[in-house]
């Protein structure tokens, strides 16, 4: 199984997740929001071979903490993993859009430099900026589009860049999900739950709910769930191998 965003840090008790991630041999991109919250979640996962970290600035909270930009650089070596980054359109954040932009162009320009980063990368609402600003900056490295909600057109664009996709439980829960779960590259799209800001049914999502989203994909690529779970597992290898080389 894979969880490719999920936020081990916000759980009332991350080492019961990661001991229960470990038993069943999950992999997990653990994200994060802000640049101080790295070095700690990065320990949650220590000894845990199948977790890696990524260094997040999430953009509800970039009006907050676009001070901690100059540590997401002093960390960013250390990581090559880098989410959850992005932009977000809605209502509530639009007066902060030019701010968000800044931070987003800053964060890209820093993994370009840096040689490039797998990249979990949140677009709710903001899909056409979001493309835009990889499309500017395409040595940011490899993008992954998470729970990606936006128009065919823009589907389409991001399919055309090459981009990845993590699908998750709540793409399940409406039509339109499900039609954009059905229009993504297999050879590109992963699993995610984003925990535990998702819930299933009353509970926080855990890493292990991606079996939902395992069961959705098996019905709409009309595939046995064994033959999907391997379908996973061969698309992240080619992912991690493609952009950060064999031994990652
Ligand atoms: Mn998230």
């Given at each position: 199984?894979?969880?490719?965003?999920?936020?081990?840090?916000?759980y009332p008790?991350p080492?019961a997740?990661v001991r229960?991630?470990?038993?069943k041999g999950i992999?997990?991109?653990?994200?994060?929001?802000?640049?101080?919250?790295?070095k700690?979640?990065s320990?949650v996962?220590d000894?845990?071979?199948?977790i890696?970290?990524?260094?997040g600035?999430?953009?509800e909270?970039?009006?907050?903490?676009?001070?901690?930009l100059?540590l997401?650089?002093e960390?960013?070596p250390?990581?090559?993993?880098?989410?959850?980054v992005g932009l977000d359109?809605?209502p509530?954040l639009?007066q902060?859009w030019?701010e968000?932009?800044r931070?987003?162009?800053?964060v890209?320009?820093?993994?370009s430099?840096?040689?490039?980063?797998v990249l979990?990368v949140?677009?709710r609402?903001?899909?056409p900026?979001?493309l835009?600003?990889?499309?500017?900056?395409p040595?940011a490295?490899?993008p992954?589009?998470?729970?990606?909600s936006?128009?065919?057109?823009?589907?389409e664009?991001?399919?055309?860049?090459g981009c990845?996709f993590?699908?998750?439980p709540?793409m399940l829960?409406?039509?339109?999900?499900?039609?954009i779960?059905?229009?993504?590259?297999?050879?590109?799209t992963?699993?995610?739950?984003?925990?535990p800001?998702?819930?299933?049914?009353?509970?926080?999502a855990?890493p292990?709910d991606v079996?939902?989203v395992?069961?959705?994909?098996?019905?709409i690529?009309s595939?046995?769930?064994?033959?999907?779970?391997e379908?996973?597992?061969?698309t992240l290898?080619m992912?991690?191998?493609s952009a950060?080389?064999p031994?990652?």
């Amino acid at each position: 199984m894979i969880d490719f965003h999920c936020h081990l840090d916000l759980y009332p008790d991350p080492q019961a997740v990661v001991r229960d991630c470990a038993s069943k041999g999950i992999y997990v991109l653990s994200v994060t929001t802000t640049p101080s919250a790295w070095k700690g979640t990065s320990r949650v996962a220590d000894g845990a071979p199948r977790i890696r970290t990524a260094l997040g600035l999430h953009p509800e909270l970039v009006h907050e903490r676009a001070g901690e930009l100059a540590l997401f650089d002093e960390l960013l070596p250390r990581t090559k993993y880098v989410g959850e980054v992005g932009l977000d359109g809605s209502p509530a954040l639009r007066q902060y859009w030019p701010e968000q932009q800044r931070v987003f162009e800053h964060v890209l320009r820093s993994c370009s430099r840096a040689g490039g980063r797998v990249l979990s990368v949140h677009s709710r609402r903001a899909a056409p900026a979001v493309l835009d600003a990889l499309a500017k900056h395409p040595d940011a490295g490899t993008p992954v589009l998470h729970w990606f909600s936006s128009a065919s057109r823009e589907l389409e664009r991001a399919i055309a860049m090459g981009c990845w996709f993590s699908a998750g439980p709540g793409m399940l829960q409406s039509q339109r999900g499900r039609e954009i779960l059905s229009r993504l590259p297999r050879d590109h799209t992963l699993t995610e739950t984003d925990g535990p800001f998702v819930r299933i049914g009353t509970d926080a999502a855990v890493p292990s709910d991606v079996t939902a989203v395992e069961a959705g994909l098996a019905h709409i690529w009309s595939m046995p769930l064994p033959e999907v779970r391997e379908r996973l597992l061969t698309t992240l290898r080619m992912l991690t191998q493609s952009a950060l080389g064999p031994e990652h």
